[in-house]
């Protein structure tokens, strides 16, 4: 009885070992490429530029796989506990002999594997949350940065039409002054040359009058050369009075 009882036992250990070391091995496998999600992630987004929209596919499906793979190592690795708890309750029940401590042995292998493998794990995840965090800070510090320029080429192009409106606006104000100027200029050359042609043909009536005009004028003449001559002899006699 206790020898058949002591057989199934030893059955129920190697059942419990062969079941840590196919959870261990199905880890170690995803843990590999768990590993190598990261890597590629990396080199994915390093490669990505800021407003490139093409690879945002691509992006969608690392981002898929990094959370589906870490689901399953995650209820992996809670599988391996659960494996390694009743295991430790299998030793927990036998006496202190030799077969114990081979056991325990055994069972500390075992949690170390499953330390290491969770060790890893939560090392790689966070290392990968850490970055996809800070490029997507980057990613939006780069899409304000553009909505930014965007609104400053935007406002440029607005003040320089606005510049442009203006600028056509003075050069029509000008070119309508000048052409009232010339309007102007045109209606007093023609009043000119309607008053000319008024006093020619008043001289012409009335020649008399246009001789006495002319001696008029050439007697004022005359009177501005002599009032000159008198004025510059004034001036010489004091000069030469200063100097003496």
Not at 86 to 98: A, E, F, I, P, R
Not at 153 to 159: M, P
Request: charged share 25%; proline share 1%.
């Amino acid at each position: 009885m206790n020898r058949g009882k002591m057989m199934d036992l030893g059955n129920h250990w190697e059942d419990l070992r062969k079941q840590a070391r196919q959870l261990e091995n199905e880890t170690d496998l995803k843990l590999v490429s768990f590993s190598k999600l990261g890597t590629n992630y990396s080199s994915f987004r390093e490669l990505s530029t800021p407003g490139d929209t093409s690879p945002l596919l691509n992006k969608s499906n690392s981002d898929h796989m990094f959370e589906t793979m870490a689901m399953e190592i995650e209820q992996l690795l809670s599988r391996l506990t659960d494996v390694n708890d009743k295991m430790s309750d299998y030793t927990q029940n036998l006496g202190v002999n030799s077969q114990s401590a081979a056991l325990l042995h055994t069972l500390q292998r075992h949690r170390d594997i499953l330390q290491d493998y969770s060790h890893e794990f939560n090392k790689t995840k966070a290392n990968i949350l850490a970055y996809r965090d800070r490029e997507d800070l980057l990613g939006a510090v780069h899409r304000d940065i553009d909505a930014y320029k965007n609104s400053s080429r935007q406002d440029l192009y607005l003040k320089e039409h606005e510049h442009l409106r203006n600028s056509d606006r003075l050069v029509d104000e000008q070119i309508s002054i000048a052409l009232a100027t010339k309007e102007n200029m045109k209606g007093q050359k023609n009043a000119l040359s309607t008053v000319t042609q008024k006093l020619n043909a008043l001289a012409n009536r009335f020649p008399l009058i246009n001789g006495l005009i002319q001696k008029i004028n050439l007697r004022k003449k005359r009177d501005s050369i002599i009032i000159a001559l008198v004025v510059s002899a004034c001036i010489i006699l004091l000069l030469l009075y200063a100097l003496h």
